[in-house]
């Protein structure tokens, strides 16, 4: 088995290709639709707390969140990416991956993988690609003839 998954993704839609060595045309395995990282802001909070009286004196402050609404669901999103990727490395259905992303979510996804994954990742590409054709992303690829 010398297969290749080229996992290729933006914080909202995501493909998977599979390559037979480093010469093979890509296949496209599964996509992915994220919804959520869609919507606007205001539609992801409408259910969070309004504004709070200070315990002292007359002052009101909005409630604050720790996470941004949109980071979360791009968090959550590269989750389910690599979920589904190690599913595959754990039924041995590739040998080698690549991550095809914008430099911000690759680093999610990177964050996201186990350390058995991560050892099987051949390239990095820092672009955002989702929404080219097979023949483009192969072409990014380093070492892709």
């Avoid at 002292?56 to 968090?75: F, I, L, T, W």
């Avoid at 599913?87 to 996201?112: C, D, I, T, W």
Wanted: glycine letters at 6%; aromatic letters at 6%; a negative charge.
């Amino acid at each position: 088995m010398d297969r290749t998954w080229i996992l290729v993704a933006d914080k909202s839609h995501a493909k998977l290709y599979t390559m037979n060595g480093r010469a093979g045309d890509l296949t496209l395995k599964q996509e992915w639709d994220h919804e959520a990282s869609r919507k606007h802001e205001q539609e992801l909070t409408r259910d969070l707390p309004g504004r709070t009286f200070d315990r002292m004196g007359d002052a009101r402050h909005a409630m604050g969140q720790p996470v941004d609404p949109k980071d979360h669901e791009a968090e959550v999103f590269a989750q389910q990416l690599i979920n589904e990727v190690d599913r595959g490395r754990k039924s041995n259905k590739f040998a080698h991956l690549s991550l095809v992303a914008p430099p911000e979510f690759l680093g999610l996804l990177r964050k996201q993988c186990s350390p058995a994954l991560g050892q099987l990742v051949l390239d990095e590409v820092d672009k955002n690609l989702v929404f080219e054709d097979s023949e483009t992303v192969r072409d990014h690829l380093p070492g892709a003839l």
